[in-house]
């Protein structure tokens, strides 16, 4: 299962410096698209989210850029902080009635100070 | 802040044997999901539940598994004859409301092995 991918198992930063975390997508199908944050031992935390009807979405730190047309989406955190050093997952949903997030593999982040 | 959670935090059991994972969700959330994440793989789904039904389940999610809302705060994951393949993370994620506006939040997850 391939529709949400994370090309880059890993990235590493300078603290206060900006982070850019990339996924990309093969199903059209998809509407709405999330981002995940999970530490060792800890369950995914739900950091922000964007509707396909929107090509950007910004809360503090966090902006989530949406390409649909090249099925791509990307993560900004500025500035980065050693708190974010953190395992993020981009997950993807279409709206179905079960809505089913189909997740990415995942990027570790590590925000060096 | 409302938190989902999930006990045990580790369950050990042999192959073959039943194991209930429980899950007490978010108190106002209708939706409730089960994943699961082989160590090394990708979150994987499982199902979804809402109003006492399943409403999606995956591939994975075959005869041996089970899911039930027993009362009105906790919600199960029942594995009738565990495999050895079973060992995984299960995580539990409720939400208020369904898709598209579907932010899921996840419980801490139960670690299951399976010897």
């Known amino acids: 299962d391939q529709q949400v991918k994370q090309n880059s198992p890993s990235l590493s930063v300078q603290e206060g410096r900006i982070s850019i975390l990339n996924c990309d997508y093969t199903n059209s199908m998809f509407d709405y698209f999330l981002w995940y944050k999970k530490y060792p031992a800890e369950g995914p935390t739900f950091l922000i989210s964007i509707s396909s009807i929107k090509d950007k979405n910004e809360d503090g730190r966090f902006t989530v850029f949406l390409n649909k047309s090249a099925k791509h989406l990307s993560l900004h955190i500025v500035p980065s902080q050693p708190g974010d050093s953190a395992v993020y997952f981009c997950?993807?949903?279409?709206?179905?009635?079960?809505?089913?997030?189909?997740f990415g593999e995942g990027t570790q982040l590590t925000v060096n100070p | 802040e409302p938190e989902v959670t999930q006990t045990p935090s580790h369950q050990v059991t042999q192959m073959g044997q039943e194991v209930i994972l429980r899950c007490v969700p978010i108190s106002n959330h209708l939706y409730f999901y089960w994943y699961r994440q082989i160590l090394g793989q990708k979150v994987e789904f499982l199902v979804s539940f809402y109003n006492n039904e399943i409403s999606e389940k995956s591939e994975i999610f075959d005869d041996q598994f089970s899911v039930e809302r027993p009362d009105g705060s906790n919600f199960t994951l029942k594995i009738r004859s565990t495999k050895l393949e079973d060992s995984a993370m299960y995580f539990c994620?409720?939400?208020?409301?369904?898709?598209?506006?579907?932010?899921?939040?996840f419980g801490p997850g139960t670690r299951l092995t399976v010897l």
């Open positions: 997950a993807a949903t279409d709206g179905t009635s079960g809505s089913r997030l189909t």
């Open positions: 994620a409720s939400s208020r409301d369904r898709a598209p506006y579907n932010e899921q939040f």
